[in-house]
């Protein structure tokens, strides 16, 4: 059926771009002496005298070779210029899926977490506040956030670089902000909130502080302790929400983790200097067979939650130790970009080629981050009130009020019962949602410059350069196809009413 839909979708496609442009209007209006020769060569190059119905067919005939493994007869076609789409395309899909995967994936994190937040937290300061913050995010367009990050993220970081100082005043005020989330993120009654809003403000403030009089934000990283301090909270944290701190086993299998990450750290530094990204890749498999491996031999009767707990445990040490690494090439990364690390065009630097790794990934990161919030605006919003509304229905199901009932722990009630069935819903937003991202790269790369998908597809469509746009219009709905197949496999891991045929 999904074949049919997009044979049927691609014939629309095609016929409405080559009815409703004109390819020749740039040589018709050009004074090169030659036009008519360059004229028939497009005409034959393109396909031109043929009707658009018949080159539907002929594409498709082309794009069919695509799906012959190892026979190398993909054909999609060719650009004015004479080069092979199936030649245009990988490069301009590369910027484009690495900064829509990271905006799903990173909307899906935060807007869930801050729904479920939220809904817990029902007609609160920090509901209310958070309601209001994802609409403003949800109706800012896409352009205005775009030009906005570059004007204050990307001017106001790289001109604060030149001189890293903090004001005491800032720390206060961030640390004041900080500790009202917290507060209102925890509850509870007056002492409860005084002393978590406290906490938070005086670690806030002191971190500020540090960082400013220490120059963390010219030669960033964590450090051994801060390894440490982290890889002991990953652990605690996985524990206390998946398990409880009471699950003995549950907490030695985050533990050992823990601990293999911490030694990983100081025996790998010297490997990290060669590494290159198929090492880690090598070393972050090494990583989840760690935790999978603690999990399955401490993990007793809970195996299967153990074991759960030490690949979740396994991947947050990782990416810890990742960023820390990636911090450490900062400073170099920063000189090579004098001074100026936050990019605001291109997705990469022109001819910019160390012979480090860590450097390549800064350069990479730092060009699409911008793009990539500005494209996080877009779906933030929605997770945030699926979440939050899908989350309050739950909790007031009968099945969850027998939990309780029973004396069940609100963190068991949460994690085990209500959490997974608010996930339904939400994996089908996750499916259409990548749609808009896509819709909405094409107006954040043009603003950003970014070669990628949308800029080949606008550039396309403009002279009626048909099989460039065709070729975007295939990538797009292969991942569409893609992601609608992933829901319904998520269905079944979700819902046991539902099963894969």
């Given at each position: ?38 004229i028939e060569a497009r005409i034959q190059l393109a396909n031109l005298d043929v ?114 100082v903090i004001p005491i005043v800032v720390a206060v005020i961030v640390g004041i ?128 939650q153990n074991m759960r707990i030490g690949v979740l445990v396994a991947v947050i ?185």
């Amino acid at each position: 059926m999904s074949i049919l839909i997009l044979l049927a979708a691609s014939f629309v496609m095609f016929n409405l771009v080559a009815l409703s442009t004109d390819p020749l209007e740039d040589l018709r209006s050009s004074n090169n002496p030659n036009k008519q020769q360059l004229i028939e060569a497009r005409i034959q190059l393109a396909n031109l005298d043929v009707a658009p119905p018949l080159r539907w067919a002929m594409w498709v005939g082309g794009a069919a070779k695509c799906l012959i493994p190892f026979a190398n007869a993909c054909d999609l076609g060719t650009t004015f210029q004479g080069a092979p789409v199936t030649d245009v395309l990988p490069i301009a899909m590369v910027s484009t899926i690495q900064m829509v995967t990271a905006a799903l994936l990173l909307a899906i994190l935060f807007g869930i977490s801050t729904g479920i937040l939220s809904a817990l937290r029902e007609n609160s300061g920090f509901d209310v506040s958070f309601t209001v913050l994802s609409l403003f995010l949800y109706s800012l367009p896409s352009f205005l956030a775009a030009a906005l990050l570059k004007n204050f993220v990307a001017i106001g970081f790289n001109d604060f670089l030149q001189d890293p100082v903090i004001p005491i005043v800032v720390a206060v005020i961030v640390g004041i902000v900080v500790a009202l989330i917290v507060q209102a993120v925890v509850g509870g009654d007056a002492r409860r909130r005084i002393t978590s809003g406290g906490t938070s403000f005086v670690l806030t403030t002191g971190l500020l502080l540090y960082m400013s009089v220490t120059g963390w934000f010219l030669t960033p990283g964590f450090g051994p302790v801060g390894i440490i301090v982290l890889s002991a909270g990953a652990a605690l944290g996985v524990t206390v929400l998946i398990a409880g701190i009471h699950q003995r086993r549950a907490l030695l299998t985050a533990g050992i983790v823990a601990v293999a990450g911490i030694i990983s750290y100081f025996a790998l530094q010297g490997l990290f200097d060669v590494s290159t990204f198929a090492t880690i890749g090598i070393l972050f498999v090494v990583a989840l067979a760690v935790g999978f491996a603690a999990g399955f031999f401490v993990g007793g009767d809970d195996r299967a939650q153990n074991m759960r707990i030490g690949v979740l445990v396994a991947v947050i040490i990782s990416v810890i130790i990742l960023i820390d690494r990636f911090m450490q090439s900062f400073p170099g990364y920063m000189e090579d970009m004098n001074g100026r690390p936050i990019a605001t065009v291109g997705s990469s630097t022109p001819g910019y080629a160390p012979d480090n790794m860590w450097r390549v990934g800064l350069d990479v990161f730092f060009h699409l981050l911008l793009p990539t919030i500005s494209l996080l605006t877009i779906s933030f919003a929605g997770y945030t009130r699926y979440a939050r509304a899908g989350m309050i229905e739950v909790l007031s199901q009968d099945y969850v009020r027998t939990a309780r009932a029973k004396g069940m722990p609100e963190r068991v009630v949460v994690v085990r019962h209500a959490f997974r069935n608010v996930l339904i819903p939400i994996t089908t937003l996750v499916a259409t949602d990548l749609g808009g991202l896509l819709g909405g790269a094409i107006i954040t790369e043009f603003i950003f410059a970014i070669p990628g998908m949308g800029a080949l597809f606008q550039r396309s469509l403009g002279p009626g350069d048909l099989y460039p746009v065709m070729g975007y219009f295939i990538v797009i709905a292969f991942m569409a196809i893609l992601f609608n197949f992933l829901a319904d496999l998520a269905y079944a891991a979700l819902d046991p009413r539902v099963r894969v045929r």
